[in-house]
């Protein structure tokens, strides 16, 4: 056992002879006070001091009382104590698409705020808000978004508040670099993520969310999806959109490209002096789920897509750690402190109306 603030121990030196003189020393004025304002006969027939061993047991008392409480303040603690605590044993990787095409409003109607605008991305951030935040409990998530390139938005944590308030102010249309969409770049930043900050023991899962735009070529995903398998990857892919093509509102691109299109474009975003439309590729999506071994699920309204499975994997571990004592020192420092505070000071006896009745008047120091 030892002490973790043992330099308060130093309060002793300084307290402990203090309270003892500060006793003391309102003993003596009482007794100045009532000679002096009391006749010694009456004092000395109705009335009965305590005596000196008695004062001394109180002093003795009301110190221990002090020693014991300087000595919880010390924290004192074992080195052979274990503390329990859950620990999850899963890493969630969040890959979002952020891309122009993500600001196509197919889900206006079917979301609240503050995802009402009801654009692919808007969907997106309530899925991992709604679904995949609340099923982690201790497990932790990380979330990369990409366009032309991948971009680090969090790293793998399980303060969920933190994450949902990245999800709310900066995951927006445009946040990551580059023009286009690329899921490998996402996915080779996913991989660097979790080795960063992964256990090798711990399963690990990447949630995509997109609506399949993809620059890289199938090569590209067919190497991607040996990745998965060789580092044990589980993978989810979720959808985003409809098959029929749909423009893409100006007012939810990124106010960088409003401010550089807005003024010769109108409403929708235009490439060549044409509206832009975009839809739902599922042919890139389902290639990537189906050979690296995930799943693939369309989202068509926001009850499609469940996440409960992850709140399974938790399991409580033990490590070796230090046990606090604190608060046996500090139970003993309140009792005693107690005792010596209302001990008597004296009994003072005096006869009522009947010789036979004994009134015991307990007069406490205060």
Not at 156 to 161: G, R, V
Not at 322 to 342: M, N
Request: hydrophobic share 45%; glycine share 6%.
């Amino acid at each position: 056992m030892h002490l973790l603030f043992p330099e308060l121990l130093w309060l002793l030196i300084i307290v402990l002879p203090i309270a003892i003189w500060v006793m003391l020393i309102s003993h003596k004025r009482k007794i100045q006070m009532r000679r002096k304002f009391a006749e010694d006969k009456l004092i000395d027939k109705n009335s009965r001091s305590i005596s000196k061993r008695v004062l001394w047991a109180r002093i003795a008392i009301l110190s221990s009382g002090l020693i014991a409480l300087v000595i919880a303040l010390a924290r004192p603690v074992t080195e052979n104590g274990k503390v329990e605590f859950p620990q999850g044993t899963t890493d969630v990787m969040v890959i979002v698409d952020v891309s122009r095409s993500m600001a196509a409003c197919e889900y206006q109607g079917k979301l609240a705020a503050p995802y009402k605008n009801g654009t692919r991305l808007d969907m997106a951030r309530y899925l991992i808000s709604q679904e995949v935040i609340p099923s982690l409990g201790v497990n932790r998530i990380g979330i990369v978004t990409y366009a032309g390139d991948g971009f680090p938005l969090a790293f793998l944590t399980n303060d969920s508040s933190a994450v949902d308030w990245i999800l709310k102010r900066a995951m927006l249309i445009s946040s990551a670099t580059g023009d286009g969409s690329s899921i490998v770049n996402a996915f080779v930043l996913a991989f660097k993520m979790f080795a960063l900050d992964s256990d090798s023991s711990h399963r690990k899962i990447i949630v995509l969310f997109s609506d399949g735009g993809n620059d890289d070529g199938l090569d590209a995903l067919n190497a991607l999806a040996g990745e998965l398998r060789n580092q044990n990857v589980e993978l989810i892919v979720v959808g985003l959109g409809k098959l029929a093509p749909a423009p893409i509102p100006m007012q939810y691109l990124s106010p960088n490209d409003q401010y550089q299109y807005g003024y010769q474009m109108g409403e929708f975003y235009q490439v060549d002096n044409e509206i832009a439309y975009t839809q739902l590729d599922e042919n890139a999506l389902r290639i990537l789920a189906n050979r690296a071994g995930g799943k693939y699920l369309r989202v068509s309204e926001g009850n499609d897509f469940s996440f409960d499975s992850l709140s399974q994997r938790l399991e409580m571990r033990w490590r070796k750690g230090t046990k606090e004592l604190f608060f046996y020192p500090l139970f003993a420092s309140a009792i005693l402190l107690t005792i010596g505070w209302f001990l008597a000071e004296k009994i003072t006896l005096s006869w009522r109306s009947s010789p036979n009745k004994l009134v015991e008047e307990v007069d406490h120091e205060g």
